[in-house]
C-alpha cells in the first residue's frame, strides 16, 4: 500500500472553516513531494493529517493501508512514534541536551536500552554529516548544523516517512540549499520525504509537486505525468 493516503479527505475547523475539500493524494515509498501553496491554502492541516496529529472531518487517512480511524489517541501515538518523522521551521530541539542526546529523544517510545540509543543516535548524526557535533548544544550549533540535527532525530527510528514543515523557513538561501540536498540524499537512500514549502523555487528542484489552493489540490505533477 501507499505509505500515505489521503481519500477525499477534508477538514473543518470550529467556525466553519474549510481548511482542506475532496483533497485525495497518494504518498507512495521512495518518494520525494513537495507541498506548496499560499499562506492559509491548507499546508499545515495536511501535515497534520499525513502526520496523525489531527484527525479528518470527512473523507479516509490510511497510513500503510490502514486506516488511521480505526486507531484510538493512545494506539495512533505508539504508531505516530514509531512510523513517522517530524522536522519542523524553528527545529524544535531542546537546548539543555547535546545533540546526540536530542537525537536518541525520537527514540524514547522504542524501548531502546541506552547503549542502543547512543549507538543508534551516533550513526543518525553522522548520515546528516555531524558525526563530529554529538556533544554540542543547540546553542553552539549553526541554524544548518540544528536542522541537521532534527532531520537526524527524525531519521534516528527509521519512520515510513518524514514529514518536514518549511524545513528551510528558518535558514538563509545558501545554508537553506544545503538542507534540502541532504534531503535528496536520503531520499536517494530511500527515505520517503514530504515537504511543505511556500518556496516555488524549492518546489521546483524537487521530483513531485502537489499544489494546493483554497484548501483543494490544485494542480500535482505527478497526475499530469501520466
Ligand atoms: P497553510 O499551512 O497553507 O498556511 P493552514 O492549514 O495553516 O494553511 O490553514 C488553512 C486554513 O485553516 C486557514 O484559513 C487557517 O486560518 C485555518 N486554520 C488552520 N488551523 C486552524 C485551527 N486550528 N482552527 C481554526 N482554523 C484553522
Ligand atoms: P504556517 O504558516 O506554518 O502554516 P500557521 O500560522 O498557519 O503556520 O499555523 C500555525 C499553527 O496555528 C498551526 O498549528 C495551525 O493549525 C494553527 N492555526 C492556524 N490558523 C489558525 C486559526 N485561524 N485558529 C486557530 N489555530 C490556527
Redesign the pocket.
Known amino acids: 500500500p501507499p505509505v500515505i493516503e489521503l481519500d477525499r479527505v477534508g477538514?473543518t475547523?470550529?467556525?466553519r472553516?474549510?481548511?482542506?475539500r475532496g483533497v485525495s493524494l497518494r504518498v507512495r515509498a521512495g518518494e520525494l513531494l513537495a507541498v506548496v501553496?499560499?499562506?492559509?491554502?491548507?499546508?499545515?492541516?495536511?501535515?497534520?493529517l499525513m502526520g496523525t496529529l489531527?484527525r479528518p472531518t470527512e473523507g479516509v487517512v490510511r497510513l500503510l493501508g490502514h486506516d488511521v480511524a480505526r486507531w484510538g489517541d493512545r494506539q495512533l501515538a505508539a504508531v505516530r512514534a514509531k512510523r513517522i518523522g517530524f522536522v519542523f521551521q524553528q527545529f524544535l530541539l531542546t537546548a539543555h541536551l547535546t545533540a546526540a542526546q536530542n537525537v536518541a529523544t525520537g527514540l524514547l517510545y522504542h524501548g531502546v536500552g541506552h547503549a542502543e540509543q547512543v549507538r543508534r543516535s551516533t550513526e543518525a548524526l553522522e548520515r546528516v554529516g555531524l558525526g563530529h557535533r554529538a556533544a554540542h548544544r543547540p546553542a553552539q550549533l549553526s541554524g544548518g548544523e540544528k536542522q541537521r540535527v532534527a532531520i537526524a532525530r527524525a531519521l534516528v527510528s527509521g519512520p515510513a516517512v518524514v514529514l518536514a514543515?518549511e524545513p528551510t523557513g528558518a535558514l538563509d538561501s545558501a545554508t537553506g540549499a544545503g538542507v534540502l540536498d541532504l534531503l535528496r540524499q536520503l531520499n536517494d537512500e530511500g527515505t520517503t520525504i514530504v515537504v511543505?514549502t511556500?518556496d516555488l523555487g524549492i518546489a521546483a528542484s524537487l521530483p513531485r509537486r502537489v499544489e494546493?489552493l483554497d484548501?483543494r489540490v490544485r494542480h500535482d505533477s505527478a497526475s499530469a505525468s501520466r
Do not use: F
Open positions: 477538514r475547523y470550529p467556525g472553516v474549510h481548511a482542506l501553496g499560499p499562506s492559509g491554502s491548507g499546508k499545515s492541516t495536511m501535515l497534520q489531527d514543515d511543505i511556500h494546493l484548501g
